[in-house]
Nanobody
Framework: QVQLVESGGDLVQPGGSLRLSCAAS????????VGWFRQAPGKEREGVSC????????YYADSVKGRFTIYRDNAKNTEYLQMNSLKPEDTAVYYC?????????????????WGQGTQVTVSS
């Protein structure tokens, strides 16, 4: 059964850090590009970061550049999103998505598999 399961969301104070995990089962992430998306209340889902399967290139939205890092543990078949210097505007449900494509995409329609989402709340 193909599945993506996110975890790691939590309530954190501004300036804090969280690491989100996206564990894949039923397929190997080695051949998949992975994207992280988020959706804040009342807003559309937006791309945050992605990594291409072709060469491991990583991309970040301007709003998170320098604060978030996407990386993969192939042995665990898990993708991570390390989030530092969190801001209240980072509050959202975060989703990981995977697709058997060489290059990652900011368009959610390009991804075949999605996780259920994990809530990140940044508040004092």
């Amino acid at each position: 059964q193909v599945q993506l399961v996110e975890s790691g969301g939590d309530l954190v104070q501004p300036g804090g850090s969280l690491r989100l995990s996206c564990a894949a089962s039923g397929f190997s992430l080695d051949y998949y590009s992975v994207g992280w998306f988020r959706q804040a209340p009342g807003k559309e889902r937006e791309g945050v970061s992605c990594i291409s399967s072709s060469d491991g290139s990583r991309y970040y939205a301007d709003s998170v550049k320098g604060r978030f890092t996407i990386y993969r543990d192939n042995a665990k078949n898990t993708e991570y999103l390390q989030m530092n210097s969190l801001k209240p505007e980072d509050t959202a449900v975060y989703y990981c998505a995977a697709d058997n494509r060489r290059f990652c995409s900011w368009w959610e329609g390009d991804y075949e598999y999605w996780g259920q989402g994990t809530q990140v709340t940044v508040s004092s």
